[in-house]
Protein backbone atom coordinates (compact mmCIF):
# COMPACT_ATOMS: atom_id res chain seq x y z
CA UNK A 1 0.00 0.00 0.00
CA UNK A 2 1.04 3.60 -0.64
CA UNK A 3 0.03 7.02 0.46
CA UNK A 4 -0.33 10.78 -0.71
CA UNK A 5 2.46 12.80 1.23
CA UNK A 6 3.87 16.46 0.81
CA UNK A 7 7.29 15.27 1.19
CA UNK A 8 10.10 17.30 -0.26
CA UNK A 9 11.48 16.28 -3.77
CA UNK A 10 15.04 16.31 -3.72
CA UNK A 11 16.26 13.91 -6.29
CA UNK A 12 16.72 15.41 -9.81
CA UNK A 13 18.93 12.74 -11.68
CA UNK A 14 16.33 9.97 -12.19
CA UNK A 15 17.22 5.68 -10.82
CA UNK A 16 16.37 3.93 -13.84
CA UNK A 17 14.62 0.49 -14.14
CA UNK A 18 12.85 -1.37 -16.92
CA UNK A 19 10.33 -2.45 -14.72
CA UNK A 20 8.71 -0.19 -11.63
CA UNK A 21 6.62 -2.67 -9.10
CA UNK A 22 4.37 -0.53 -6.78
CA UNK A 23 3.46 -2.36 -3.58
CA UNK A 24 4.45 -5.95 -2.41
CA UNK A 25 0.95 -7.88 -1.54
CA UNK A 26 0.71 -11.33 -3.52
CA UNK A 27 -0.20 -8.67 -6.65
CA UNK A 28 2.89 -6.86 -6.50
CA UNK A 29 5.85 -10.17 -5.39
CA UNK A 30 4.26 -12.42 -8.06
CA UNK A 31 4.35 -9.32 -10.35
CA UNK A 32 8.15 -9.18 -9.45
CA UNK A 33 8.64 -13.37 -9.59
CA UNK A 34 7.03 -13.11 -13.59
CA UNK A 35 9.22 -10.05 -14.73
CA UNK A 36 12.39 -11.14 -12.97
CA UNK A 37 12.31 -14.25 -14.05
CA UNK A 38 12.05 -12.60 -17.62
CA UNK A 39 14.96 -11.58 -17.25
CA UNK A 40 13.79 -7.74 -16.84
CA UNK A 41 15.18 -5.20 -14.66
CA UNK A 42 13.02 -5.58 -11.79
CA UNK A 43 12.27 -3.38 -8.36
CA UNK A 44 9.11 -3.63 -6.41
CA UNK A 45 8.65 -0.41 -3.78
CA UNK A 46 7.02 -2.29 -0.53
CA UNK A 47 5.44 1.00 0.69
CA UNK A 48 4.46 1.44 4.59
CA UNK A 49 3.34 -2.36 4.64
CA UNK A 50 5.80 -4.59 3.14
CA UNK A 51 3.99 -7.15 2.26
CA UNK A 52 0.23 -6.12 2.19
CA UNK A 53 -2.72 -6.93 4.40
CA UNK A 54 -1.42 -10.56 4.73
CA UNK A 55 0.99 -9.21 7.53
CA UNK A 56 -1.33 -8.51 9.57
CA UNK A 57 -3.26 -12.20 9.24
CA UNK A 58 -2.03 -14.50 11.72
CA UNK A 59 -3.36 -18.02 10.14
CA UNK A 60 -4.02 -18.45 6.04
CA UNK A 61 -5.08 -22.10 5.24
CA UNK A 62 -6.82 -21.33 2.11
CA UNK A 63 -3.70 -20.39 -0.55
CA UNK A 64 -3.25 -23.61 -2.54
CA UNK A 65 0.30 -25.36 -1.48
CA UNK A 66 0.07 -24.88 2.22
CA UNK A 67 -2.23 -27.93 3.18
CA UNK A 68 -1.76 -27.01 7.22
CA UNK A 69 -1.85 -23.42 6.81
CA UNK A 70 0.82 -20.77 7.15
CA UNK A 71 1.24 -17.73 8.89
CA UNK A 72 0.83 -14.34 6.61
CA UNK A 73 4.00 -12.60 7.71
CA UNK A 74 5.63 -15.91 6.47
CA UNK A 75 3.97 -16.42 3.23
CA UNK A 76 4.91 -13.12 2.19
CA UNK A 77 8.33 -12.89 2.96
CA UNK A 78 8.40 -16.69 0.93
CA UNK A 79 7.10 -14.54 -1.61
CA UNK A 80 9.53 -11.89 -1.58
CA UNK A 81 12.60 -14.33 -1.34
CA UNK A 82 11.28 -16.13 -4.21
CA UNK A 83 11.55 -12.65 -6.37
CA UNK A 84 14.94 -11.72 -5.23
CA UNK A 85 16.25 -15.02 -6.02
CA UNK A 86 15.13 -14.81 -9.71
CA UNK A 87 16.85 -10.91 -9.53
CA UNK A 88 13.92 -8.35 -8.24
CA UNK A 89 15.35 -5.82 -5.84
CA UNK A 90 13.10 -4.70 -2.78
CA UNK A 91 13.20 -0.80 -2.19
CA UNK A 92 11.66 -0.03 1.16
CA UNK A 93 10.22 3.17 0.59
CA UNK A 94 6.61 4.94 -0.42
CA UNK A 95 6.38 6.14 -3.75
CA UNK A 96 4.41 9.32 -2.98
CA UNK A 97 4.23 11.33 -6.44
CA UNK A 98 3.90 9.78 -9.95
CA UNK A 99 4.40 11.40 -13.55
CA UNK A 100 2.85 9.07 -16.16
CA UNK A 101 2.36 12.19 -18.66
CA UNK A 102 6.17 11.51 -19.72
CA UNK A 103 8.04 8.35 -20.95
CA UNK A 104 9.87 6.91 -19.12
CA UNK A 105 7.76 7.07 -16.39
CA UNK A 106 8.34 9.43 -13.41
CA UNK A 107 8.23 8.27 -9.70
CA UNK A 108 9.43 10.25 -6.41
CA UNK A 109 9.65 8.43 -3.23
CA UNK A 110 9.19 9.66 1.11
CA UNK A 111 12.81 9.79 1.07
CA UNK A 112 12.86 12.57 -2.04
CA UNK A 113 14.68 9.66 -4.55
CA UNK A 114 14.01 10.34 -8.11
CA UNK A 115 13.09 6.90 -10.19
CA UNK A 116 11.73 6.07 -13.82
CA UNK A 117 10.89 3.23 -15.27
CA UNK A 118 10.01 1.88 -18.69
CA UNK A 119 6.78 -0.03 -17.34
CA UNK A 120 5.14 0.41 -14.15
CA UNK A 121 2.75 -2.43 -12.44
CA UNK A 122 0.45 -0.35 -9.63
CA UNK A 123 -0.22 -3.78 -6.47
CA UNK A 124 -0.66 -0.65 -3.77
CA UNK A 125 -3.81 -2.65 -3.01
CA UNK A 126 -7.01 -1.68 -1.13
CA UNK A 127 -7.41 -1.23 2.76
CA UNK A 128 -10.62 -2.34 4.45
CA UNK A 129 -11.99 0.57 6.37
CA UNK A 130 -11.32 0.64 10.56
CA UNK A 131 -13.88 2.13 12.84
CA UNK A 132 -11.06 4.31 14.49
CA UNK A 133 -11.81 2.89 18.41
CA UNK A 134 -9.40 1.92 21.02
CA UNK A 135 -8.12 -1.90 20.83
CA UNK A 136 -9.11 -2.00 16.85
CA UNK A 137 -5.35 -2.00 16.05
CA UNK A 138 -4.16 -3.87 18.75
CA UNK A 139 -6.52 -7.04 18.21
CA UNK A 140 -6.64 -6.82 14.27
CA UNK A 141 -5.64 -10.56 13.17
CA UNK A 142 -6.40 -11.55 16.57
CA UNK A 143 -9.99 -11.95 17.02
CA UNK A 144 -10.67 -8.95 14.82
CA UNK A 145 -10.72 -9.27 10.26
CA UNK A 146 -12.19 -7.27 7.64
CA UNK A 147 -12.82 -10.99 5.77
CA UNK A 148 -15.11 -13.33 6.46
CA UNK A 149 -13.91 -15.78 3.54
CA UNK A 150 -10.81 -15.57 5.19
CA UNK A 151 -10.96 -16.27 8.73
CA UNK A 152 -15.07 -17.32 8.93
CA UNK A 153 -13.35 -21.09 9.73
CA UNK A 154 -11.53 -20.34 12.44
CA UNK A 155 -14.49 -19.51 14.44
CA UNK A 156 -16.50 -22.43 14.42
CA UNK A 157 -19.79 -23.10 17.16
CA UNK A 158 -18.52 -19.31 18.05
CA UNK A 159 -20.75 -16.05 18.58
CA UNK A 160 -19.65 -13.17 16.28
CA UNK A 161 -20.27 -9.74 15.62
CA UNK A 162 -20.72 -8.01 11.88
CA UNK A 163 -20.40 -4.36 11.73
CA UNK A 164 -22.24 -2.72 8.99
CA UNK A 165 -25.06 -2.08 7.44
CA UNK A 166 -24.00 -2.46 3.54
CA UNK A 167 -24.49 -5.41 1.23
CA UNK A 168 -21.10 -6.51 2.21
CA UNK A 169 -21.79 -6.76 5.98
CA UNK A 170 -24.98 -8.86 4.76
CA UNK A 171 -22.86 -11.18 2.55
CA UNK A 172 -20.05 -11.39 5.49
CA UNK A 173 -23.28 -12.39 7.75
CA UNK A 174 -24.40 -14.95 5.72
CA UNK A 175 -21.16 -16.44 5.09
CA UNK A 176 -20.43 -16.75 8.66
CA UNK A 177 -23.49 -18.45 10.02
CA UNK A 178 -21.89 -21.75 7.67
CA UNK A 179 -19.05 -21.89 10.96
CA UNK A 180 -20.38 -19.52 13.61
CA UNK A 181 -22.98 -20.58 16.37
CA UNK A 182 -24.70 -17.44 16.31
CA UNK A 183 -24.15 -14.04 14.19
CA UNK A 184 -25.11 -10.13 15.64
CA UNK A 185 -25.17 -8.04 13.09
CA UNK A 186 -24.05 -4.55 14.65
CA UNK A 187 -25.36 -1.33 12.99
CA UNK A 188 -25.60 1.94 14.20
CA UNK A 189 -29.04 3.48 12.76
CA UNK A 190 -32.80 0.93 12.59
CA UNK A 191 -32.34 0.50 8.74
CA UNK A 192 -30.00 -0.81 6.50
CA UNK A 193 -28.29 0.10 3.23
CA UNK A 194 -28.08 -3.18 2.23
CA UNK A 195 -30.13 -4.41 -0.81
CA UNK A 196 -33.93 -5.69 -0.30
CA UNK A 197 -32.91 -9.18 -0.93
CA UNK A 198 -29.92 -9.75 1.01
CA UNK A 199 -32.14 -8.17 3.92
CA UNK A 200 -34.83 -10.88 3.39
CA UNK A 201 -32.05 -13.35 3.25
CA UNK A 202 -30.06 -12.17 6.76
CA UNK A 203 -34.02 -11.65 8.54
CA UNK A 204 -34.81 -15.05 7.37
CA UNK A 205 -31.74 -16.55 8.91
CA UNK A 206 -32.10 -18.22 12.31
CA UNK A 207 -28.18 -17.50 13.08
CA UNK A 208 -28.69 -14.21 12.44
CA UNK A 209 -29.41 -11.33 14.96
CA UNK A 210 -29.34 -7.26 15.68
CA UNK A 211 -27.45 -4.99 17.78
CA UNK A 212 -29.77 -1.93 15.91
CA UNK A 213 -28.97 1.87 16.85
CA UNK A 214 -25.62 0.51 18.28
CA UNK A 215 -22.06 1.53 17.48
CA UNK A 216 -18.46 -0.49 19.02
CA UNK A 217 -16.59 2.13 21.50
CA UNK A 218 -13.66 -0.55 22.19
CA UNK A 219 -12.39 -3.60 21.66
CA UNK A 220 -11.13 -5.24 25.18
CA UNK A 221 -8.85 -8.34 24.92
CA UNK A 222 -6.53 -10.45 27.29
CA UNK A 223 -2.53 -11.51 26.60
CA UNK A 224 -1.71 -15.15 27.64
CA UNK A 225 1.59 -17.24 26.63
CA UNK A 226 3.10 -14.56 24.35
CA UNK A 227 -0.12 -14.44 22.24
CA UNK A 228 -3.38 -11.75 22.48
CA UNK A 229 -7.03 -12.13 21.99
CA UNK A 230 -9.80 -10.53 21.76
CA UNK A 231 -12.58 -11.33 24.25
CA UNK A 232 -15.36 -8.44 24.13
CA UNK A 233 -16.76 -5.29 22.75
CA UNK A 234 -17.74 -1.70 24.60
CA UNK A 235 -20.99 -1.15 22.74
CA UNK A 236 -22.95 2.14 23.28
CA UNK A 237 -26.48 2.76 22.13
CA UNK A 238 -26.47 6.00 19.96
CA UNK A 239 -30.25 6.48 20.99
CA UNK A 240 -30.08 6.01 24.98
CA UNK A 241 -26.55 6.21 25.13
CA UNK A 242 -26.76 2.98 27.58
CA UNK A 243 -23.07 1.44 27.29
CA UNK A 244 -22.45 -2.51 28.10
CA UNK A 245 -19.83 -5.16 27.63
CA UNK A 246 -20.91 -7.88 25.61
CA UNK A 247 -18.51 -11.46 25.50
CA UNK A 248 -16.98 -11.50 21.60
CA UNK A 249 -15.21 -14.56 19.93
CA UNK A 250 -14.54 -12.35 16.78
CA UNK A 251 -15.94 -9.03 15.05
CA UNK A 252 -15.70 -8.56 11.20
CA UNK A 253 -15.15 -5.01 10.17
CA UNK A 254 -17.37 -4.57 6.85
CA UNK A 255 -17.81 -0.80 6.18
CA UNK A 256 -16.21 -0.95 2.92
CA UNK A 257 -12.57 -1.02 1.46
CA UNK A 258 -10.55 1.99 0.37
CA UNK A 259 -8.22 1.44 -2.58
CA UNK A 260 -4.86 3.27 -2.21
CA UNK A 261 -5.05 5.27 -5.70
CA UNK A 262 -4.94 8.49 -4.76
CA UNK A 263 -1.47 9.85 -5.97
CA UNK A 264 -2.54 8.20 -9.28
CA UNK A 265 -5.37 10.47 -9.92
CA UNK A 266 -5.61 12.41 -13.14
CA UNK A 267 -3.94 10.34 -14.81
CA UNK A 268 -5.42 6.90 -14.30
CA UNK A 269 -9.03 6.06 -14.85
CA UNK A 270 -10.91 5.15 -11.88
CA UNK A 271 -14.35 3.85 -11.02
CA UNK A 272 -16.41 6.09 -8.53
CA UNK A 273 -14.47 4.43 -5.81
CA UNK A 274 -11.55 4.72 -6.85
CA UNK A 275 -10.39 1.50 -7.90
CA UNK A 276 -8.19 1.80 -11.29
CA UNK A 277 -10.29 0.25 -13.78
CA UNK A 278 -8.27 -1.94 -16.64
CA UNK A 279 -8.81 -3.24 -19.71
CA UNK A 280 -11.06 -6.34 -20.66
CA UNK A 281 -9.27 -9.37 -19.88
CA UNK A 282 -6.33 -7.42 -19.26
CA UNK A 283 -4.21 -5.64 -16.61
CA UNK A 284 -3.52 -2.53 -19.11
CA UNK A 285 -4.64 0.81 -18.06
CA UNK A 286 -5.59 3.85 -19.76
CA UNK A 287 -1.81 4.72 -19.86
CA UNK A 288 0.23 2.62 -22.06
CA UNK A 289 2.87 1.22 -20.19
CA UNK A 290 1.03 0.86 -16.73
CA UNK A 291 -0.95 -1.77 -15.63
CA UNK A 292 -2.29 -2.41 -12.60
CA UNK A 293 -3.49 -5.46 -10.22
CA UNK A 294 -4.84 -6.89 -7.14
CA UNK A 295 -7.08 -5.26 -5.13
CA UNK A 296 -6.43 -1.80 -6.42
CA UNK A 297 -8.62 -2.71 -9.40
CA UNK A 298 -10.30 -5.78 -7.99
CA UNK A 299 -13.79 -4.79 -5.94
CA UNK A 300 -15.43 -8.18 -5.93
CA UNK A 301 -12.93 -11.22 -5.08
CA UNK A 302 -10.29 -9.32 -2.91
CA UNK A 303 -8.32 -12.48 -2.10
CA UNK A 304 -4.48 -13.48 -1.66
CA UNK A 305 -4.71 -16.24 -4.99
CA UNK A 306 -7.03 -13.95 -7.00
CA UNK A 307 -4.09 -10.71 -6.12
CA UNK A 308 -1.45 -13.40 -6.74
CA UNK A 309 -3.29 -14.38 -10.18
CA UNK A 310 -3.76 -10.84 -11.95
CA UNK A 311 -0.21 -10.07 -10.40
CA UNK A 312 1.46 -12.70 -13.09
CA UNK A 313 -1.29 -11.44 -15.74
CA UNK A 314 0.57 -7.43 -15.22
CA UNK A 315 3.91 -8.86 -15.74
CA UNK A 316 3.30 -11.08 -18.20
CA UNK A 317 1.31 -7.37 -20.04
CA UNK A 318 4.37 -5.39 -19.31
CA UNK A 319 6.64 -8.08 -20.63
CA UNK A 320 4.93 -8.42 -23.81
CA UNK A 321 4.21 -4.18 -23.76
CA UNK A 322 7.75 -4.15 -23.61
CA UNK A 323 9.04 -6.21 -26.20
CA UNK A 324 6.87 -4.55 -28.94
CA UNK A 325 7.91 -1.43 -27.98
CA UNK A 326 11.04 -2.31 -28.70
CA UNK A 327 10.12 -3.57 -31.87
CA UNK A 328 8.13 -0.18 -32.34
CA UNK A 329 4.71 -2.32 -32.12
CA UNK A 330 3.44 -0.41 -29.33
Known amino acids: MLHNSAHRIMSTQPQHHEVAILGAGPAGLTAAIYAARARLDTVVFEGPQPGGQLTITTEVENYPGFEHGIQGPELMDIFRRQAQRFGARSIY ?18 TGTLYSADAV ?42 VGGGDTAMEEALFLTRFARQVTIIHRRQEFRASKIMQERVRSNPKIDFLLDTVVEEFLGEARDGTRRLTAIRVRNVRSGAEQVLPADGVFIAIGHQPNTEIFRGFLEMDEQG ?11 NIPGVFACGDVQDRVYRQAITAAGSGCMAAIDAERWLEARRHGKD
Open 275 to 285: YILTHPKSTHT
Open 93 to 110: ETIVRVDFAQYPFLLWSD
Open 121 to 162: IIATGASAKRLGVPGEQEYMGYGISACATCDGFFFRDQHVYV
